[in-house]
């Protein structure tokens, strides 16, 4: 599994998580006390459209349960400059 963190903020970060046919899970941990983040798949993604990845909490998809939708690509947008993340990728 690998791991690594980086800094969200106000404007979409495009392909956060890039595309990767060998991925088989993936997880993102919201770090800030009162951020949130949004996630989804594709390039576009807003606070309508994301997933919620709220303060302190994270999300996870997994192959066998989400499908091929967690081996594209990730974008992520925060209603907050700087708001660290981390995130963990699992792959065959």
Same mark, same amino acid.
């Given at each position: 599994?690998?791991?690594?963190?980086?800094? @969200?903020?106000?404007?979409? %970060? @495009?392909?956060?998580?890039?595309? $990767?046919?060998?991925?088989?899970?993936?997880?993102?941990?919201?770090?800030?006390?009162?951020? @949130?983040?949004?996630?989804?798949?594709?390039?576009?993604?807003?606070? %309508?459209?994301?997933?919620?990845?709220?303060?302190?909490?994270?999300?996870?998809?997994?192959?066998?349960? $989400?499908?091929?939708?967690?081996?594209?690509?990730?974008?992520?947008?925060? $209603?907050?400059? %700087?708001?660290? @993340?981390?995130?963990?990728?699992?792959?065959?």
């Amino acid at each position: 599994m690998t791991s690594w963190a980086t800094l @969200i903020g106000t404007s979409v %970060d @495009i392909r956060t998580i890039q595309a $990767d046919p060998n991925r088989t899970s993936f997880a993102v941990f919201n770090k800030h006390a009162t951020a @949130i983040v949004y996630i989804k798949e594709g390039g576009e993604v807003s606070a %309508d459209n994301g997933i919620p990845v709220y303060a302190t909490g994270n999300v996870s998809l997994s192959f066998r349960e $989400d499908g091929s939708t967690v081996q594209e690509a990730w974008s992520m947008i925060s $209603d907050t400059v %700087d708001t660290p @993340i981390t995130v963990f990728e699992g792959s065959e």
